[in-house]
């Protein structure tokens, strides 16, 4: 397929469209194999990248009312890296769940406990030891694994003391930061990585890709799959990590299939 190059003409179609089309622009050239990096393309994609700010701000705690519609009413739930505790408090607060919240930040594990939500403030990695096999119908641990040291281990404790785990993180494989690698040589900046390289607290960084990958090899099934893509909220397949910003999903332990591995 031929190289796009920005003619005359789409130079005229860029300036007619809004940020979020010239967006889209550079996102479906990407998809389509067809992107040639020249000088106004990458203008494009600079006019566009600020476009995502306001909707993302908007839409920071997508994943909230995701899990509020998933979680039903008096259910035990163990949420990990809690912050100040948003979630879990209207958990409680709005479906009766039986709440119990672990947070490492201090600051941020007190305002949760102000807000009436049951906190550890302690390293997740330290919590989950001392919690029984099944004990919880859902562990979340909602955009905190990219922060974790020890995500494998983490996952893996998950899985063990929660029926159903919730894992939701910024997928590295969306479109904004392939071409920020690709055109700029530098560490991407967006919406949802919205950290330079020397103060970012995510020290992991995973695509929808390598996080299905994981749970292929390891009997893990995901029973529900979301993700949001300029602004929009919607169940989520593989074959979407170009253009998902962050994905959430549900998962847990396909026990038969551990049972035959071993």
């Known amino acids: 397929m031929e190289k796009l190059a920005v003619s005359e003409r789409a130079e005229n179609r860029l300036d007619e469209t809004d940020r979020e089309s010239e967006g889209r622009i550079v996102r479906n050239a990407l998809l389509e194999g067809r992107l040639n990096l020249d000088a106004d393309l990458l203008n494009a994609l600079a006019r566009a990248e600020s476009e995502p700010e306001q909707s993302a701000n908007r839409n920071r705690r997508w994943q909230d009312g995701v899990i509020l519609n998933e979680i039903p009413r008096g259910a035990y739930v163990l ?61 979340i641990l909602e955009s905190t694994i990219q922060t974790l040291k020890d995500p494998m281990g983490v996952l893996s404790q998950m899985l063990r003391v929660g029926k159903r785990s919730i894992v939701s993180f910024p997928n590295f494989g969306h479109w904004r930061t392939r071409v ?52 929009k909220v919607g169940p989520l397949v593989e074959a979407d990590s170009l253009i998902t910003e962050e994905a959430l999903m549900f998962i847990h332990r396909d026990e038969e299939r551990k049972a035959l591995a071993e």
Request: charged share 20%; net charge negative; proline share 5%.
């Open 79 to 139: 949420d990990l890296g809690c912050g100040e505790g948003q979630l879990l408090g209207r958990l409680i607060n709005e479906m009766n769940v039986h709440g119990q919240a672990v947070e490492v930040d201090p600051e941020a594990a007190m305002a949760a406990m102000e807000h009436g939500v049951p906190v550890l403030n302690i390293d997740i990695s330290e919590a989950l030891g001392d919690f029984r096999d099944q004990s919880f119908d859902f562990v």
């Open 180 to 231: 920020d690698l690709a055109a700029k040589g530098r560490m991407p900046v967006t919406p949802s990585l919205p950290y330079q390289w020397y103060d970012t607290p995510n020290i992991r960084v995973l695509t929808i890709s390598d996080f299905m990958d994981w749970c292929r090899r390891n009997a893990i099934v995901v029973t529900a799959a979301y993700g949001i893509s300029e602004g």
